[in-house]
């Protein structure tokens, strides 16, 4: 079964600044697609940034950018010129390539967004 | 874009009565749709998978004649918490897999959930 592990329960970053979210994965998948959702307080889940495995180019959607490392199964999510309402929950899901597949999502990490 | 309407956006139910939830997809058609729950600050822990025409996948551990899962169209799922109990107060959200033919290419949206409270 696939796991995700997001390993910081919190992180802080300063407004304008740069902060780097972690998630590991498991699985026995060569391909796959790996996602990364926000959850602000609404608690409406919003797709940040998505990726598929078989790409080796690092996606990126303006101020947001992954670093994949397929072989060491690492998926971490940077976050440039950070703005107050970045201030959310963020996870991390995996999904194999089947239609119906399911998502699999990490325990997620609580981003605060300070002046 | 794809959008799943999720209703109501909160319920409070006595305990032992029933609850429906409703996830509608607006401008497509969902073959599978993803029940979730959420307790405060964790996770989405899947509940069951549905799949139009059939009977839902439930995940191991959830209880299926507690949560009655239908999907009985392309564009509803509804998801009934049967005799609901203090402990069943949680947040529910659904997801609907966008596959390849909406050209979601495997992507999903999600309802804006429900939270129940079982008093």
């Known amino acids: 079964a696939q796991t995700v592990t997001q390993s910081q329960p919190e992180m802080s970053v300063q407004e304008a600044e740069t902060v780097t979210l972690s998630c590991t994965y498991d699985?026995?998948?060569?391909?796959?697609?790996l996602f990364w959702y926000k959850q602000p307080p609404s608690r409406q889940m919003i797709l940040v940034i998505r990726q598929e495995a078989y790409k080796q180019q690092n996606a990126t959607e303006n101020r947001f950018s992954v670093n994949f490392q397929k072989a060491a199964k690492s998926f971490s999510l940077k976050i440039s010129d950070s703005q107050l309402g970045d201030a959310a929950m963020y996870f991390c899901?995996?999904?194999?390539?089947?239609?119906?597949?399911?998502?699999?999502f990490g325990t997620g990490t609580r981003l605060q967004v300070t002046l | 874009g794809a959008v799943v309407s999720q209703h109501p956006s909160w319920v409070i139910c006595k305990s032992g009565t029933s609850v429906k939830i409703e996830c509608r997809s607006l401008d497509f058609q969902a073959t599978t749709m993803f029940w979730y729950r959420q307790f405060p600050k964790q996770s989405l822990m899947l509940m069951a998978t549905s799949n139009e025409g059939s009977k839902a996948t439930y995940e191991q551990g959830v209880e299926k004649d507690k949560f009655l899962i239908n999907h009985a169209s392309l564009t509803l799922s509804t998801l009934t918490v049967t005799s609901a109990h203090p402990e069943d107060s949680s947040f529910y959200i659904c997801?609907?897999?966008?596959?390849?033919?909406?050209?979601?290419?495997?992507?999903?949206?999600f309802g804006s959930g429900t939270r129940l409270t079982v008093v």
């Open positions: 997801s609907a897999s966008l596959g390849t033919g909406q050209g979601g290419n495997y992507g999903y949206t």
């Open positions: 899901a995996y999904r194999g390539t089947g239609t119906a597949s399911k998502l699999t």
């Open positions: 699985t026995s998948e060569s391909d796959y697609y």
